[in-house]
C-alpha cells in the first residue's frame, strides 16, 4: 500500500516504519553516489529528509544503515547523543584532567582501546587504571592487550603535557588526529555520519577557543551541560 496513506497503517509506528523502507527503496532505485557513471540519477547529495521532530529519527536513520545509504544528520539532539561525541568529551577530560577514571574507562571501551570489561577489570585489580602507570607483565591481561594499553596511555600522556601550550582549537584538532578518534570512531559507528560530527566537535572547540577564550576545562565542562540538556529534551 501506499506509505503516506495513514488507513494502510494500523498504528503511527508502523507507518512511520513503512514509511522510511519506502524512502530508503527509492533512494536506492534513483540516486546515484559521486562519481557513478550514470549521469540520469540524482546524486544523493540532492536530497534530503526533513522531519518536525527528532523523536522518530532513528527509524529513518535504521532504515538508510539497512539500505547501505549514506547519510548526515543536521540535529543537534541527534549529535550530542552520538557515542562519538562522548568518546571525544573523554579523551580530551582526560587530557585534562588524568584522575578523571570515569572519563578514562569511558576511553579505554571506546575503539580507541577497544578493552573489554575483563581487560578493564583486570587493569583496574592491578592498580594501572591511571594512564601515567603502564599496565606490569604480572597483570592479568594478554601480552597483546597490555601493549596496547601501554602505547595509548604513552599518547594520552605525551598530549596531556601539551595541554595548555597552544590554541584550544588546534589542540583538540591534533589530539583528534594522533589518536585516529575520527577513523577509528567512524569504522566502528555510522561512518560519513560520524566524521561529520566529529568535524563539526573540531569546529566547535576552535569557536569556543577563538570566539570565548575558552579553556580545555571550560569547553569540556560547556560541552556535558549541552549533552544534559540534549537529553533533557
Same mark, same amino acid.
Request: charged share 25%; aromatic share 6%; proline share 5%.
Given at each position: ?22 524512502? /530508503?527503496?527509492?533512494?536506492? =532505485?534513483?540516486? %546515484?553516489?559521486?562519481?557513478?557513471? +550514470?549521469?540520469?540519477? @540524482? &546524486?544523493? *547529495? ?67 582501546? /577497544?578493552?573489554?570489561?575483563? =581487560?578493564?577489570? %583486570?587493569?583496574?585489580?592491578?592498580? +594501572?587504571?591511571?594512564? @601515567? &602507570?603502564? *599496565? ?98
Amino acid at each position: 500500500g501506499d506509505p503516506h496513506d495513514p488507513d494502510s497503517s494500523p498504528n503511527a509506528d508502523e507507518s512511520r516504519g513503512r514509511e522510511a523502507a519506502w524512502i /530508503a527503496r527509492w533512494i536506492s =532505485e534513483n540516486c %546515484a553516489p559521486a562519481g557513478s557513471p +550514470r549521469k540520469t540519477r @540524482r &546524486r544523493l *547529495a540532492d536530497i534530503a529528509l526533513l522531519v518536525r521532530s527528532t523523536t522518530a529519527l532513528g527509524v529513518y536513520i535504521q532504515a538508510l544503515k539497512d539500505a547501505e545509504i549514506p547519510y548526515v544528520v543536521e540535529s543537534d539532539k541527534h549529535f550530542f547523543e552520538a557515542q562519538e561525541i562522548l568518546d571525544a568529551i573523554n579523551l580530551l577530560s582526560v587530557l585534562d584532567d588524568p584522575h578523571d577514571d570515569i572519563s578514562l574507562v569511558g576511553l579505554l571501551r571506546s575503539p580507541l582501546a /577497544a578493552l573489554s570489561d575483563a =581487560e578493564l577489570y %583486570a587493569l583496574r585489580s592491578a592498580g +594501572r587504571l591511571d594512564l @601515567r &602507570r603502564d *599496565a606490569p607483565p604480572g597483570a592479568a591481561l594478554s601480552a597483546r592487550a597490555r601493549e596496547r594499553v601501554s602505547r595509548f596511555y604513552g599518547l594520552l600522556r605525551g598530549l596531556h603535557a601539551q595541554a595548555g601550550s597552544e590554541p584550544l582549537g588546534e589542540f583538540v584538532r591534533r589530539s583528534l588526529s594522533m589518536t585516529f578518534l575520527t577513523e577509528l570512531t567512524a569504522a566502528s559507528y555510522s561512518g560519513s555520519q560520524t566524521a561529520s560530527n566529529i568535524e563539526k566537535f573540531a569546529r566547535l572547540a576552535e569557536q569556543a577557543g577563538e570566539g570565548r577564550g575558552s579553556t580545555l576545562k571550560e569547553f569540556v565542562a560547556g560541552m556535558r551541560r549541552s549533552i544534559a540538556s540534549a537529553q533533557d529534551e
